[in-house]
Each structure stands twice: as C-alpha cells, then as structure tokens.
C-alpha cells in the first residue's frame, strides 16, 4: 500500500514537484461530514474564501475557482479570453509551456513559440523582440509559465511585464502560477498580469482537484467579449454572484472548499504569503548546496545554470552520462523517497527533479536528500557529499 502503514515504514517524502506533502490538518478537513452547499454555512464559508484568494495574488480583481486540475484552469484561461483562430505567444521553455502551447494549437488557436530553451528562462528581451516585430497586433495574449516545474526556471515576471510596454503591446498578459502561488513573488496588481492560472497541489499543499483563475479587470473585460464557445469552464456564470452552484460550474467541491480553508488558515497563521516564499527560498538554497557538494565528485549538475534563475520550488539536477532511472527508483521503492523524473529531450532518463515545496521542515527536507544521498551510495553511483552542504545551509538560515 503506497504511503500506507504496509509495516513499520515510517513517513512516504513526497518531494515530487507536484502533488506534495499534505498537512494533517488539511487531510483531516475532508473528514468533515457533507453538508448542503446552499447552508449559510457553505455559503459563508466559500465567501470568505472569495474574499481572500485576491491577495493570495497580489491583487486580483476577480479569482475563479474550478473543480479541476492545472490544465482545466490552462484551457479556461484561453477560452475565456479569445476568439476562435486567435494568435496567442506561448515560450517554448520547458515541458509545461510546450503543453500548454499545444492545447492552444488543439483548440485551434495560433501558436507562436520562442527558440526552445531548457536551461534558462524565457528572455524578456526576446518576448519585446516578437512583440514589437507584430506591428499589427495579431498576438491577443502573451502566456508565461513563472515556474517552469520541467527544468527548475523561474521568470522575472515584472522583467516581462516591462517588455511588453517597451514593445507598446496590447497583448494580455496571462501567467501559468501552478507551480509559483504561494513560492515566488507574484504581484498581479503591481507587474499588471491580466490572469494567473493555479491550482491546489503545489505551494497551496492540498491534493490535485482545485484550480484558479485570478483575473484583472482587463481580462474581465477581455472575457465579455470573448468568442470562443464554452460552457462548464465559462468565467462569466462564476463572477456573477449568483447561486452558489453556478459559480462552480456544478455541484461545489465542498470537502475540497473545508481543506482549502485550513489550509489558507495554516499559511495565515505562519506568517503568510511572504513567510511562506521565504521558507521555499531557505529549502530551496539547501537543496543547491546538496547539488553542488554532490557534484564536487559526480556528473550532478543543477539543469539551470545562473543561480538567479532558479525558482524555489524544485530543483532539476542532471545526471550526465548516468542513467537517473535507477536512482530514482532505489530512491522510492528502498528508502521511500520519491522525486519526479528529467523531462524533454535530453532529460529523460538523465536528470531527476527534487520537490521543495509545500508543507516541509528542516528534517523532512534533509531526510529527502538523505534518502537520495543513500541511494546513491547503494548504487554505487560517484558523488561528492551533499548532506553536510545542507546541513550548513540550513543551520546558516535558521534564524537562530
Ligand atoms: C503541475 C503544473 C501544471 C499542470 O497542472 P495539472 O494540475 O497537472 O494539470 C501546469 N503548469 C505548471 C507550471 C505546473 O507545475
């Protein structure tokens, strides 16, 4: 039984980037009995949480919550926005931006890609380029993946912003969050992001099954003109405040609105969104430093070269001529310590992915690493000592 009490097994490490360890006290919230979604309680409930999810953004003016995953709330933010055979700007930066590139083009919209790049994010410059390049402004949107959970790259989003006003562009500005709400800086309102797409089971440390669409007034604006048809996923029936069933497109996800709440609470009570992209900032200097002791006798190489550019969430760590598979699978099934895989190209099979997001501490994360770091030994596969490197990290940040 994965994670469960087979034997005396101890913890499951969760440190895929996506799902990630879920809190007790989220699990617990969806113990709580059904009750009817037209109660006041319900109501009051999901209100409040209406009320609140803007500044979880930074300031949006609408946020629509979907019962869905990431890609529920990725193919809502095109359709809500567009009309049929528009032309949208989606960088090719990784797996995720490729994806959500080809659901576009699947959906019949036209698709303008940058150069692929796997080990940097997406240049502003070379978004201003294109858009300045489009004197007719056929681009409707441009669509940004903050982080890339693929490769480990995080995109300067105020930089992005700056290239779209250089370049004079009308284009909306729409931003996959999936794998940044709640882990990198996102300040819709400041960086004038029209939408941000996200989901539950990353940073917000709940399962998969919610997603978001926050929303500026522009793209409200943008959503009412908007032609592409749609129904379930429409935002429109969702921001007019009417019953509660319409604004979730169907029957409310109430157990998942319960862990929603605790889990907007347990954020709240550990000082919020700025502590919360705080402590991703100190797991995820830890995690660097387990690399590059590593690397000091091995092929490990973190995937995005320039410190800089690396987000907090997840770190992707190169194998070289090594093959990642065994390691990954020694990892899990021996010491029960998942990680996801290298992704695209060159990455599959020679590079592994080391979640450090959601709900972690200072001896889950080391433990992870641990895990890995004997897994390594086991196989026999060369490696420099990473434990020790995080340790000092981890011990330099504590604030103590
Ligand atoms: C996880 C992820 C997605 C996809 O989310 P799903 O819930 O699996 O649909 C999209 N974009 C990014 C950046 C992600 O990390």
């Given at each position: 039984?994965?994670?469960?009490p087979?034997?005396?097994?101890?913890?499951?490490?969760?440190?895929?980037?996506?799902?990630?360890?879920?809190?007790?006290?989220?699990?617990?919230?969806?113990?709580?009995?059904?009750?009817?979604?037209?109660?006041?309680?319900?109501?009051?409930?999901?209100?409040?949480?209406?009320?609140?999810?803007p500044?979880?953004?930074?300031?949006?003016?609408?946020?629509v919550?979907?019962?869905?995953?990431?890609?529920?709330?990725?193919?809502?933010?095109?359709?809500?926005?567009?009309?049929?055979?528009?032309t949208?700007?989606?960088?090719?930066?990784?797996?995720?931006?490729?994806?959500?590139?080809?659901?576009?083009r699947?959906?019949?919209?036209?698709?303008?890609?940058?150069?692929?790049h796997?080990?940097?994010?997406?240049?502003p410059?070379?978004?201003?380029?294109?858009?300045?390049?489009?004197?007719?402004?056929?681009?409707?949107?441009?669509?940004?993946?903050?982080?890339?959970?693929?490769?480990?790259?995080?995109?300067?989003?105020?930089a992005?912003?700056?290239?779209?006003?250089?370049?004079?562009?009308?284009?909306?500005?729409?931003?996959?969050?999936?794998?940044?709400?709640?882990?990198?800086?996102?300040?819709?309102?400041?960086?004038?992001?029209?939408?941000?797409?996200?989901?539950?089971?990353?940073?917000?440390?709940?399962?998969?099954?919610?997603?978001f669409?926050?929303?500026?007034?522009?793209?409200?604006?943008?959503?009412?003109?908007?032609?592409?048809?749609?129904?379930?996923?429409?935002?429109?029936?969702?921001?007019?405040?009417?019953?509660?069933?319409?604004?979730?497109?169907?029957?409310?996800?109430?157990?998942?609105?319960?862990?929603?709440?605790?889990?907007?609470?347990?954020i709240?009570?550990?000082?919020?969104?700025?502590?919360?992209?705080?402590?991703?900032?100190?797991?995820?200097?830890?995690?660097?430093?387990?690399?590059?002791?590593?690397?000091?006798?091995?092929?490990?190489?973190?995937?995005?070269?320039?410190?800089?550019?690396?987000?907090?969430?997840?770190?992707?760590?190169?194998?070289?001529?090594l093959?990642?598979?065994?390691?990954?699978?020694?990892?899990?099934?021996?010491?029960?310590?998942?990680?996801?895989?290298?992704?695209?190209t060159?990455?599959?099979?020679?590079a592994?992915?080391?979640?450090?997001?959601?709900?972690?501490?200072?001896?889950?994360?080391?433990?992870?690493?641990?895990?890995?770091?004997?897994?390594?030994?086991?196989?026999?596969l060369?490696?420099?000592?990473?434990?020790?490197a995080?340790?000092?990290?981890?011990?330099?940040?504590?604030?103590?």
């Open positions: 039984m994965i994670g469960g087979r034997s005396v097994g101890g913890r499951y490490f969760v440190q895929n980037p996506g799902p990630t360890n879920i809190p007790d006290r989220v699990l617990e919230a969806f113990r709580r009995p059904a009750i009817d979604f037209a109660d006041p309680e319900f109501v009051a409930l999901a209100d409040g949480i209406w009320a609140e999810l500044g979880i953004f930074g300031g949006a003016d609408e946020v919550v979907l019962t869905t995953v990431g890609h529920g709330a990725w193919e809502s933010a095109l359709i809500n926005t567009l009309d049929p055979g528009d949208v700007l989606i960088p090719d930066c990784g797996l995720f931006g490729r994806r959500w590139a080809r659901m576009a699947d959906l019949g919209y036209e698709v303008v890609m940058t150069e692929r796997m080990r940097r994010p997406t240049d410059a070379e978004i201003a380029d294109i858009l300045a390049a489009d004197t007719d402004h056929r681009i409707r949107s441009v669509c940004i993946v903050h982080t890339e959970t693929s490769t480990g790259a995080v995109t300067d989003l105020a992005m912003r700056a290239a779209i006003d250089v370049a004079g562009h009308p284009a909306l500005y729409v931003v996959d969050g999936v794998c940044s709400l709640g882990i990198e800086p996102l300040r819709m309102r400041d960086w004038g992001i029209d939408v941000v797409v996200a989901a539950s089971q990353k940073g917000l440390m709940m399962p998969p099954g919610l997603s669409c926050a929303l500026s007034d522009r793209a409200v604006e943008r959503n009412r003109s908007a032609t592409t048809p749609r129904f379930h996923l429409s935002w429109a029936p969702r921001f007019e405040k009417g019953p509660i069933y319409n604004r979730f497109g169907g029957t409310p996800p109430i157990q998942h609105m319960f862990a929603l709440r605790t889990a907007l609470d347990m709240a009570e550990s000082g919020g969104i700025d502590a919360s992209i705080a402590r991703h900032r100190r797991w995820a200097a830890a995690v660097h430093a387990a690399a590059d002791g590593w690397s000091a006798a091995g092929p490990w190489e973190i995937n995005i070269v320039e410190p800089k550019h690396r987000t907090a969430a997840i770190t992707c760590v190169r194998t070289g001529d093959a990642a598979g065994p390691l990954i699978s020694v990892a899990r099934d021996r010491f029960r310590v998942s990680v996801g895989s290298g992704m695209m060159e990455m599959e099979g020679r592994f992915r080391i979640g450090h997001l959601g709900d972690l501490n200072e001896p889950m994360l080391l433990g992870a690493l641990g895990g890995l770091e004997t897994a390594m030994t086991v196989l026999g060369p490696h420099g000592d990473g434990l020790p995080a340790v000092a990290s981890l011990a330099a940040t504590s604030g103590l």
